[in-house]
């Protein structure tokens, strides 16, 4: 089959690999119709991200049609539409029953190495690294999809893949990140970083109840879309103004209730932090450029919440602990659980409270995957979304 | 009286009937009867002084020699050959130090800093010579001999240096209440734990049959039983080399602990314990197998002990972590790495490469 494999930093080639086969009881094979490339594919393909190797097959947002199953699958069936979620759960530990989906005990069998980097480790994720389990992604013809039973949601007839396909991860991902806010009637939420993640981070809010959402990013087009498409009352473009003066303005001085990184670990800022963490980072002194975390942090309300869905890898540097000790704030965080929450956003989207496609860009064949990670990573043609068609 | 509690990200009640308050008083009961001291001043005095010998020694020669260069330069200087009348305000300089030297080493509980001091007092003095025997009008004969006798002290300055700063802190190994992990380096024993999220009984019967042991230890490549709990063991070996022992379970105390040792073994003697216990709060069961290899003399043994030695703790850990998958999930979880031996892309391994596994 064809498939976009990682190479070198920056290169990514679509190859001739085998065929997937049942290798666990529990699988299914999926002919994939519909994949996309994520904000954190682009931390792996500036090479950010340790253990990648030379040939590993990319991609954990797909959905398609069931084409095989292994002996113990009863949930699925040849020909049933599925969107799968980027978390491999086995369902049966104690962390899955418990609904930390993304914390699997048993799903990485390369946890070992999770652990000396991490402390413990955590589930296996589709096409993201050695370190998240060598699992073969989506961006191909066909997946194996590991515990058949446990992950993977049949779409109801009607829908569109454009309308599922972001239930695999970004749409439960801002949805937790805006649940971990604790959104109460009245709440002020800030959001920084408008790609996709963020644009449903800024939705979701909405869905929860916030009075107001302000975001920050520093591409027009992406505020523009977080105004008339995701629902954010305020931008700021933080290279045009000082972002952390503009939302003690627009909050009366006390700072939003909410504060979202929504941006992760290659992030920017204009003037001398900017260049400190990018010159620390190069040298490998910190894996991590936090600026958009420490501004979070730094912006919010005395007592509330800070809620991080950026992807972090290790360790960063200034880490404003002095904030947010003396402040009495809330750090929340993790990889999406998006087992919990995909049959709850299926519904919005089935009652028209929301449309996720609004995201989408770009179309493009599984063939042109280069182009795609191309031009989303230099942020050229106002790349948003890229969705492939493998078929 | 009930406690409510919220666990992060469950969005579920956790109920609790036990009443808080009581579990602290017991506790500050128990401190109440212990002896009052005194509050300490100085972190010293938590640290008993036993400094050896040749450190106290060396103190007092860095007292000797500082009171001699400060109050006698001219005595010293003829004495290791110098010329009397050039060099007072030096030696009075490095009687400072010295005296310097010796009050901190004699007087700190452990005076790493000031025995290291000694050490660069030595490297300037031995320098200082150095120099003066390049100088006209000294007695070279004299400053070799006294070159002679700072290098001396210095061996010794830089072997009491180096144990002061390798040695832990004063009141290591003093606290046997406390938990401590085996160590790896001394211990022939690796251990590992996992929890596996099930009821202790079904734990425990997955471990009563040595069938089971081959499909998650990575070393074995088959656990047959035998007869009067007795089973054979055989290791994955490179071909030619053969390690296999029969086992015998010594102990066996059911839902608490399986213990086996081996017997009748050519080149190895293990012991292996598993215990059982239901973790904290009925969240599954806890099991801790530590294993000691000790190998039998001769040369192929020596080689097999040095291969088990070297086994990382790591390894024992995965195979327990796979033990984990086999109870909850019924079999071991693959991905597409790690699906096949070596080092492998995460893409499909091929039908050829899928055959070629053991």
């Known amino acids: ?391 | 009286m009930a406690s409510q509690q919220r666990i992060a990200g469950l969005g579920t009640e956790v109920r609790s009937d036990r009443a808080v308050p009581a579990r602290a008083g017991t506790r500050a009961t128990s401190f109440a009867d212990r002896e009052v001291k005194p509050a300490p001043w100085h972190s010293s005095d938590f640290v008993a002084s036993e400094k050896d010998s040749v450190t106290n020694f060396l103190g007092w020669f860095s007292i000797g020699l500082g009171l001699a260069e400060v109050f006698a330069p001219q005595a010293v200087a003829r004495l290791i050959g110098l010329k009397e009348d050039e060099h007072t305000t030096l030696l009075r300089a490095y009687g400072v130090r010295e005296l310097a030297a010796g009050v901190g080493i004699l007087t700190r509980p452990k005076p790493t800093y000031w025995m290291w001091n000694r050490v660069i007092g030595d490297a300037v003095d031995l320098k200082s010579i150095r120099n003066a025997m390049e100088a006209e009008g000294n007695d070279r004969a004299k400053l070799k001999l006294a070159a002679l006798a700072v290098a001396g002290v210095a061996a010794l300055d830089v072997v009491s240096s180096m144990r002061l700063t390798s040695e832990a802190s004063p009141a290591a190994g003093k606290d046997p209440g406390s938990y401590k992990t085996a160590d790896t380096d001394t211990d022939s024993v690796i251990a590992a734990v996992v929890t596996v999220n099930k009821p202790v009984e079904e734990v425990y019967n997955f471990w009563k049959d040595p069938r089971n042991y081959a499909e998650f230890m990575d070393q074995m490549e088959s656990v047959h039983p035998t007869t009067g709990g007795r089973s054979h063991w055989k290791v994955k070996a490179p071909p030619g080399l053969s390690v296999e022992w029969d086992a015998q379970v010594v102990q066996d105390i059911p839902n608490q602990l399986i213990r086996w040792t081996s017997v009748d073994s050519t080149n190895i003697d293990s012991t292996g314990t598993v215990r059982f216990r239901t973790a904290p709060g009925n969240r599954g069961t806890i099991v801790s197998l530590d294993v000691e290899y000790k190998p039998k003399g001769g040369p192929l043994g020596a080689k097999i002990g040095k291969l088990f030695a070297t086994m990382p703790k790591t390894q024992m850990q995965n195979d327990l972590r796979r033990m984990k998958q086999l109870i909850e999930l019924g079999e071991v979880v693959k991905s597409d790495a790690t699906a096949v031996p070596g080092m492998h892309p995460a893409q499909p391994p091929s039908a050829k490469e899928l055959e070629a596994r053991p």
């Open chain 1, 1 to 391: 089959m064809r498939a976009t494999c990682w190479e070198a930093p920056r290169h990514v080639a679509v190859e001739n690999v085998p065929d997937p086969e049942i290798l666990n009881s529990n699988d299914a094979i999926v002919k994939i119709t519909s994949t996309a490339i994520c904000g954190s594919d682009l931390h792996l393909y500036n090479g950010f991200m340790p253990t990648m190797e030379k040939g590993d097959i990319l991609g954990h947002e797909f959905m398609g049609e069931v084409v095989e199953v292994g002996k113990t699958v009863k949930n699925l069936k040849v020909g049933d539409r599925v969107v799968v979620p980027f978390p491999i759960a086995c369902g049966q530990c104690w962390n899955c029953q418990h609904e930390m989906w993304s914390l699997c005990e048993n799903s990485n069998p390369n946890a070992w190495m999770q652990e000396k980097m991490l402390g413990h480790h955590c589930s296996g994720v589709f096409g993201y690294s050695h370190l998240l389990g060598g699992y073969a992604g989506g961006q191909a013809e066909f997946a194996r999809v590991p515990f058949a039973d446990v992950g993977p949601l049949k779409v109801p007839e009607g829908l569109t893949d454009d309308q599922v396909l972001f239930l695999t991860d970004i749409f439960p991902t801002g949805y937790m990140g805006a649940e971990m806010c604790d959104i109460a009637p009245g709440d002020t939420i800030a959001v920084w970083g408008c790609g996709p993640v963020g644009q449903f981070a800024i939705a979701s809010a909405r869905l929860l109840g916030a009075e107001r959402v302000i975001a920050i990013d520093r591409f027009p087009h992406r505020l523009q879309m977080a105004r008339e498409k995701a629902g954010a009352d305020v931008t700021i473009n933080y290279e045009e103004t000082n972002a952390l003066e503009a939302l003690k303005e627009l909050t009366g001085g006390v700072g939003p209730d909410g504060c979202i990184d929504a941006v992760g670990l290659e992030s920017h800022a204009p003037g001398i932090e900017g260049w400190y963490d990018k010159a620390k980072q190069s040298m490998r002194w910190e894996n991590d450029r936090p600026i958009a975390l420490r501004h979070a942090i730094m912006s919010c309300r005395n007592g509330r919440t800070v809620s991080v869905i950026g992807v972090y890898s290790g360790f960063i540097d200034k880490f404003p602990m002095g904030a947010l000790m003396n402040r009495s704030l809330t750090i929340k965080s993790g990889q999406c659980h998006v087992h919990r929450y995909m049959k709850p956003l299926l519904q919005h989207i089935i009652n028209g409270d929301i449309d996720p496609s609004f995201v989408i860009t770009h179309r493009m064949s599984l063939d042109d995957a280069p182009v795609g990670y191309d031009i989303f990573n230099k942020k050229q043609d106002e790349c948003m979304k890229v969705v492939l068609t493998p078929h």
